[in-house]
């Protein structure tokens, strides 16, 4: 399965310099296009460090804590105790000596912000420059002044002391970028139906699950830079898209922004460093991107984020983030989106990269807006009509009630005069035989991982025609046709019996040449609606195939080809929306007992366009696509 997913909601936020202005309360949610850039000393703005304090009357008590969070995201909480030796560990938190009285014990908030385990690590004043004064009488004021400048010092401190009053970062000016303008891009997808295929479908823990982002290119003849590199992070915070659209004096005020990453019912929810740059473990506290993390149940720390390299900087961007929608879909990873920026080393280097230009969802060209290309191996190739002799196989079997796929009953052995479902691995009996030869297989629930499909069956297996009772069969017509009987394991039901027939015809006289395959749908309607997944059946005539002709009617089947694949293209542009996957099983067609068939999602192709199918068949060591299937149909 290949499906594709528009993102629900995108924006960018830049901290870009106007007419001598930081444009951090910006708003471009709804502008057409998402722009990355970094400008370096392009202009000058003053900057200023943040600063707070906390000023007390008197002791705090046990127990009381103080949270201070650094520009680059260092938290830490410090806590009021009686007993610890000041500055130590307490617990997860650092230890603060409540001493003889409050100036003392304000002394050693600063000390141990400055200590090895504070803030400073032992280097007073490297990150926080904290000063203390006091009148001698249990009353005076702790100065913080992040020594970082600009915005992203004006960070939370917060907490419950007793007697005293708590003044938040405020009064950073400028970046702590300096001469640095950038943007950065946060993206947003719906994973509710990624969801549902994790559940039904495929587990996206599956070896042939895949999550690929893609942002496509707009080049209207501006500038590029070239040799560039972009990282992807999952966001830690929620974001919102807003509704601005000036994209060149960035007059439209609202959140999502540089600073704000949320408004709701009025409450602000700020980015912990500007920029949604508070960056950290899984799990941790007040981030807003997630570098590292441990998954699925290991105790192994690994990175969340992705890079993708540029060269002429005209590149889409198509990037593997199965790691991170895996994650989101089982809960381990807040589903808040993606942040798309320069990689770390682009935007601390002093050189101007501008700008990169991808198509929003808000773009006139449906087939340009941000994607998420889910992809699955849900293929079944069941092998009646092309069996080989000493190559493994697989024969499916189906059970309907009432039209849909269901199990089949079968009389419990546990609770006689009740019926219970057949189900799960070895739950049913294969028995093939021909002549003398007999051979038993066992029969599971045919299935994605740990996910069974209702009333779909499967047994694989390996028929030697070297077998005693084959080989001078074998060897005197050529075919053998077998009888199938499948049964519950106890051989007393029998369920379904068929027959499928090897041919010993795969070797012959040397003969480079191909033959001639006409293709058609045999079930292809003019249009289909979107919110339809639609089955289409697949007809293959070999012209140069010898044919037996008879004095009756006889219905000719089609060929079937078990690495043969669908792509879809948009017929006005040219442009495959679903390309073929040679990689991967996402877009191979299915085999049964009639022929081949895939299923299609229409919700991956935009509404009011018209499409067309063609193929790629992989035969004799030759790729060749079939264009001419007169499978051209409207989606509405």
């Given at each position: 399965m290949y499906k594709i997913l528009t993102a629900s909601s995108d924006n960018y936020i830049t901290n870009k310099n106007v007419s001598n202005f930081r444009t951090t309360d910006a708003n471009v949610g709804s502008a057409g296009t998402l722009d990355l850039f970094k400008l370096y000393s392009e202009s000058t703005l003053a900057n200023?460090?943040?600063?707070?304090?906390?000023?007390?009357?008197?002791?705090?008590?046990?127990?009381?804590?103080?949270?201070?969070?650094?520009?680059?995201?260092?938290?830490?909480?410090?806590?009021?105790?009686?007993?610890?030796?000041?500055?130590?560990?307490?617990?997860?938190?650092?230890?603060?000596?409540?001493?003889?009285?409050?100036?003392?014990?304000?002394?050693n908030l600063k000390s141990a912000i400055d200590g090895a385990n504070g803030h400073n690590e032992g280097s007073a004043g490297s990150k926080i420059s904290v000063s203390h004064t006091d009148n001698n009488n249990e009353e005076g004021t702790v100065t913080f002044t992040q020594v970082t400048k600009g915005i992203e010092g004006n960070t939370e401190i917060s907490g419950t002391v007793l007697n005293s009053t708590i003044k938040s970062f405020e009064d950073g000016v400028g970046s702590s970028l300096g001469p640095v303008e950038l943007s950065r891009?946060?993206?947003?997808?719906d994973l509710s139906e990624v969801s549902v295929i994790n559940q039904n479908k495929c587990p996206v823990d599956h070896p042939s699950f895949s999550a690929t982002l893609k942002m496509f290119d707009i080049y209207g003849?501006?500038?590029?830079?070239?040799?560039?590199?972009?990282?992807?992070?999952?966001?830690?915070?929620?974001?919102?898209?807003?509704?601005?659209?000036?994209?060149?004096?960035?007059?439209?005020?609202?959140?999502?922004?540089f600073i704000t990453a949320s408004i709701l019912d009025g409450a602000i929810s700020k980015w912990n460093i500007p920029g949604a740059n508070s960056k950290g473990i899984l799990k941790g506290k007040l981030l807003d991107i997630i570098e590292t993390g441990v998954l699925d149940g290991t105790e192994e720390s690994v990175n969340l984020y992705v890079d993708q390299a540029f060269s002429t900087g005209k590149e889409n961007l198509e990037i593997d983030v199965t790691k991170i929608v895996s994650g989101t879909v089982k809960n381990l990873i807040p589903d808040c989106g993606?942040?798309?920026?320069?990689?770390?080393?682009?935007?601390?280097?002093?050189?101007?990269?501008?700008?990169?230009?991808?198509?929003?969802?808000?773009?006139?060209?449906?087939?340009?807006?941000?994607?998420?290309?889910?992809?699955?191996?849900?293929?079944?190739?069941?092998?009646?009509?092309?069996?080989?002799?000493?190559?493994s196989g697989s024969l499916f079997l189906n059970n309907f009630v009432n039209g849909n796929y269901s199990n089949i009953l079968s009389g419990s052995t546990s609770a006689p005069g009740t019926l219970e479902e057949i189900s799960g691995n070895n739950c049913l009996l294969l028995k093939i035989f021909t002549g003398s030869y007999k051979k038993y297989m066992s029969g599971s629930s045919h299935g994605i991982g740990n996910i069974s499909s209702k009333g779909v069956y499967s047994s694989s297996f390996l028929i030697d025609k070297f077998d005693e009772n084959l080989i001078d069969h074998v060897n005197t017509s050529g075919s053998i046709k077998f009888t199938t009987v499948w049964t519950d394991t106890n051989q007393l039901t029998i369920y379904h019996s068929g027959s499928f027939e090897i041919s010993n015809n795969n070797t012959t006289a040397f003969n480079n040449s191909t033959n001639r395959l006409i293709v058609s749908?045999?079930?292809?309607?003019?249009?289909?609606?979107?919110?339809?997944?639609?089955?289409?059946?697949?007809?293959?005539?070999?012209?140069?195939?010898?044919?037996?002709?008879?004095?009756?009617?006889?219905?000719?089947?089609?060929?079937?080809?078990?690495?043969?694949r669908y792509a879809v293209i948009d017929v006005d542009t040219g442009?495959?929306?679903?390309?073929?996957?040679?990689?991967?099983?996402?877009?191979?067609?299915?085999?049964?007992?009639?022929?081949?068939?895939?299923?299609?999602?229409?919700?991956?192709?935009?509404?009011?366009?018209?499409?067309?199918?063609?193929?790629?068949?992989?035969?004799?060591?030759?790729?060749?696509?079939?264009?001419?299937?007169?499978?051209?149909?409207?989606?509405?």
């Open positions: 200023s460090a943040a600063t707070s304090s906390i000023s007390y009357t008197g002791q705090p008590v046990d127990a009381n804590t103080l949270t201070i969070v650094s520009p680059d995201s260092t938290i830490k909480v410090y806590e009021f105790d009686t007993t610890v030796t000041n500055g130590n560990s307490l617990g997860s938190n650092i230890g603060v000596r409540i001493g003889d009285d409050a100036d003392v014990t304000y002394a891009i946060l993206l947003k997808f003849g501006q500038t590029t830079p070239s040799n560039f590199a972009v990282r992807v992070y999952p966001l830690s915070q929620s974001f919102d898209e807003g509704i601005g659209k000036d994209v060149v004096r960035y007059s439209d005020l609202g959140s999502s922004n993606f942040r798309v920026s320069f990689s770390p080393d682009i935007e601390n280097n002093q050189k101007t990269y501008f700008v990169k230009r991808f198509a929003s969802r808000n773009a006139t060209d449906p087939t340009m807006r941000p994607q998420l290309v889910i992809k699955y191996d849900d293929s079944i190739q069941d092998y009646h009509k092309g069996m080989n002799f000493n190559i749908i045999t079930n292809l309607r003019k249009k289909y609606y979107r919110d339809s997944v639609s089955r289409f059946r697949i007809f293959v005539e070999n012209v140069d195939k010898v044919v037996k002709y008879v004095k009756v009617p006889k219905e000719r089947p089609s060929e079937v080809f078990y690495n043969m442009k495959y929306i679903i390309p073929f996957q040679k990689s991967g099983n996402s877009t191979l067609l299915s085999v049964d007992s009639e022929g081949m068939y895939f299923d299609l999602d229409m919700m991956s192709l935009p509404s009011k366009r018209i499409y067309k199918i063609v193929f790629l068949l992989s035969d004799k060591n030759e790729e060749r696509i079939i264009e001419n299937t007169a499978s051209v149909f409207r989606v509405v």
